[in-house]
């Protein structure tokens, strides 16, 4: 289905080709900030996936957090920057099979930094249709346990986020939105509970998120 989301989202962009000759509309402009809530999913990239039959290895979960960005009119487009900060409820717990051997424990999404821009054009007065893409660094939390002992320490991965979404005006300050991201993270480290980490190493993770906004100019 997300795939699906991407897909219209890109022809909607297509048909709105002719936006280009409007004026953006003011309240698309200026300083924004917004609130985030949808679905999380994050998983092997094609490098990685193990393809196990019967098991399914995307982490889901309901990703929420906040942006903040600032938009300006270039002629019939937009351009803006944003950053967000987001988390997600995603875990994947394993069990421990022998007690000797330290595998009792979970694996969960962590916080996600987002640095970015977007473009877009206006399929109507008080609609922007706009792409978006930058870089993200995130966190997978390990926590586990053989007993005795407790560790709770983390991956931090870097990568690059694209997306696409549909912005809509309500009233002169407010707006809600819907947008695709996908993500690939493709280098990462470990950090220690001490603080150490380690060098970094090659990856191959992917995440898709189909995110709903809502928010306020000023």
Not at 27 to 41: H, M, N, Q, S
Not at 70 to 79: E, F, S, T
Not at 126 to 142: F, H, P, Q, S, V
Request: hydrophobic fraction near 40%; proline fraction near 3%; charged fraction near 20%.
């Amino acid at each position: 289905m997300r795939y699906a989301i991407a897909a219209a989202l890109v022809a909607s962009t297509a048909l709105a080709a002719p936006a280009f000759a409007q004026e953006v509309n003011p309240v698309f402009t200026g300083p924004r900030i917004a609130v985030l809530g949808g679905y999380d999913g994050i998983q092997p990239g094609s490098s990685n996936d193990a393809d196990v039959e019967g098991i399914d290895q995307t982490v889901d979960g309901f990703l929420y957090g906040v942006e903040a960005g600032y938009d300006i009119a270039l002629g019939g487009a937009l351009v803006g920057a944003e950053v967000e900060l987001t988390d997600s409820t995603g875990k994947v717990e394993t069990a421990r099979v022998n007690p000797n051997t330290f595998g009792f424990g979970e694996v969960s999404t962590g916080r996600d930094i987002y640095l970015g821009l977007r473009a877009g054009v206006l399929a109507t007065p008080e609609t922007l249709i706009y792409a978006k893409g930058g870089y993200t660094n995130a966190r997978l939390n390990l926590l586990g346990s053989d007993g005795t002992t407790e560790f709770d320490e983390n991956f931090e991965l870097d990568g690059f986020r694209v997306g696409a979404g549909v912005e809509r005006a309500i009233g002169t300050n407010a707006f809600a939105k819907v947008e695709y991201r996908y993500s690939n993270y493709s280098n990462a480290n470990f950090e220690y509970a001490n603080g150490a980490t380690t060098s970094d190493f090659d990856i191959d993770t992917d995440r898709h998120q189909v995110v709903a906004g809502v928010g306020m100019r000023f």
